[in-house]
């Protein structure tokens, strides 16, 4: 079993995940925030378990479901909460919303709402990192959604055939939208299109965030090494729907119910008291996210919004007028 230390780690990593998205959904139902919301409450220890091995200058990149990618690799949360609001203050200066943060400080290459776009642009970080001869890695998180994207094999393709420092992490969370996977792909486990490439694969409990962070570890080991890409699939469960709102009648209650009791941050504190570890420190750490996430809230939603023109900044348009 793992250390305190560790366990407290990546407890904290989780619960701010938690409460930040939370957060974010009560925020939207009470008609403070516009535009799509999409939670990946329930997968916080796919989040938390990569990260925890990363340095701040590897690479990451997410999809429309990633506020738990950006907040474990170090994203100010203010920010982010900036960005959801509209807010001047945000990431993107107000202009994107939640599905598009970016922090190339600590090496966050972006959130994407296209499915699938991830996967070559945490490739070409990839690609810098061994042309300029580092110890960087990059690791892209998609979904299951992702995996019929031609994009997604072009980038297995080249990874391998290139032997990058990439790590690709699947969220298998069973649906896309709205479409069971074993709707939309005939191979069960996401890890099988691993194989061709020669690329190292597992399939994971993705709701075990020691078991992440140890497979993690060994891929990421490997890759800085020069050894180069894996493939993490990390089976787990999305307990909203695919954005706030969603009706979900694509599921039952009672499945829902069955992973709900599979929480990561239960299975984390089971295991540490199981191993004799003092848990009430994880309590203490729920009530330090909470205010922490409390206290950005409250900046964000005092912060100026986007001004119009600022709609027009970054948009290009070339010598003629066109
Ligand atoms: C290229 C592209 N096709 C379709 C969509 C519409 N779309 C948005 S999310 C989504 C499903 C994504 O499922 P998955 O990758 O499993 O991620 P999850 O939502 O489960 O986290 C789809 C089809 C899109 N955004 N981009």
Same mark, same amino acid.
């Given at each position: 079993?793992?250390?305190?230390?560790?366990?407290?780690?990546?407890?904290?990593?989780?619960?701010?995940?938690?409460?930040?998205?939370?957060?974010?959904?009560?925020?939207?139902?009470?008609?403070?925030?516009?535009?799509?919301?999409?939670?990946?409450?329930?997968?916080?220890?796919?989040?938390?378990?990569?990260?925890?091995?990363?340095?701040?200058?590897?690479?990451?990149?997410?999809?429309?479901?990633?506020?738990?990618?950006?907040?474990?690799?170090?994203?100010?949360?203010?920010?982010?909460?900036?960005?959801?609001?509209?807010?001047?203050?945000?990431?993107?200066?107000?202009?994107?919303?939640?599905?598009?943060?970016?922090?190339?400080?600590?090496?966050?290459?972006?959130?994407?709402?296209?499915?699938?776009?991830?996967?070559?642009?945490?490739?070409?970080?990839?690609?810098?990192?061994?042309?300029?001869?580092?110890?960087?890695?990059?690791?892209?998180?998609?979904?299951?959604?992702?995996?019929?994207?031609?994009?997604?094999?072009?980038?297995?393709?080249?990874?391998?055939?290139?032997?990058?420092?990439?790590?690709?992490?699947?969220?298998?969370?069973?649906?896309?939208?709205?479409?069971?996977?074993?709707?939309?792909?005939?191979?069960?486990?996401?890890?099988?299109?691993?194989?061709?490439?020669?690329?190292?694969? =597992?399939?994971?409990?993705?709701?075990?965030? #020691? @078991? /992440?962070?140890? %497979?993690?570890?060994?891929?990421? +080991? $490997? &890759?800085?090494?020069?050894?180069?890409?894996?493939?993490?699939?990390?089976?787990?469960?999305?307990?909203?729907?695919?954005?706030?709102?969603?009706?979900?009648?694509?599921?039952?209650?009672?499945?829902?119910?069955?992973?709900?009791?599979?929480?990561?941050?239960?299975?984390?504190?089971?295991?540490?008291?199981?191993?004799?570890?003092?848990?009430?420190?994880?309590?203490?750490?729920? =009530?330090?996210?909470?205010?922490?996430?409390? #206290? @950005? /809230?409250?900046? %964000?939603?005092?912060?100026?919004? +986007? $001004? &119009?023109?600022?709609?027009?900044?970054?948009?290009?348009?070339?010598?003629?007028?066109?």
């Amino acid at each position: 079993m793992a250390d305190l230390e560790l366990v407290e780690r990546l407890y904290r990593t989780m619960s701010l995940i938690r409460r930040f998205e939370t957060a974010a959904g009560r925020l939207l139902a009470d008609g403070e925030l516009a535009g799509f919301l999409h939670l990946s409450i329930g997968q916080e220890a796919v989040a938390a378990g990569v990260c925890d091995v990363l340095g701040r200058q590897d690479h990451i990149t997410t999809t429309h479901r990633g506020h738990g990618h950006c907040v474990a690799k170090g994203a100010r949360v203010e920010a982010m909460f900036a960005e959801i609001f509209g807010s001047a203050e945000g990431y993107c200066g107000g202009r994107s919303g939640s599905m598009h943060v970016a922090d190339p400080d600590v090496g966050i290459l972006g959130a994407n709402a296209i499915v699938g776009a991830c996967v070559p642009i945490a490739l070409g970080g990839a690609l810098s990192a061994s042309m300029l001869g580092g110890r960087k890695v990059s690791v892209a998180f998609f979904g299951e959604g992702a995996v019929a994207e031609g994009v997604v094999h072009e980038s297995l393709n080249l990874a391998a055939l290139w032997q990058l420092p990439m790590i690709f992490v699947c969220e298998n969370n069973g649906y896309a939208e709205m479409t069971p996977v074993g709707v939309h792909l005939r191979a069960t486990n996401v890890a099988d299109y691993a194989a061709p490439h020669r690329i190292p694969a =597992e399939t994971l409990d993705g709701n075990d965030v #020691l @078991a /992440v962070r140890a %497979a993690a570890e060994k891929a990421v +080991a $490997r &890759a800085r090494e020069g050894g180069g890409p894996a493939l993490l699939e990390c089976r787990t469960y999305r307990w909203h729907g695919h954005f706030e709102g969603d009706a979900q009648r694509y599921r039952d209650k009672s499945e829902v119910e069955a992973w709900r009791e599979r929480d990561p941050l239960t299975v984390l504190a089971a295991r540490a008291e199981e191993s004799g570890l003092p848990t009430d420190s994880l309590k203490v750490i729920d =009530e330090e996210c909470a205010d922490k996430i409390a #206290l @950005a /809230v409250e900046w %964000a939603r005092d912060q100026l919004p +986007a $001004r &119009a023109e600022a709609l027009t900044a970054h948009v290009y348009r070339d010598r003629t007028g066109a």
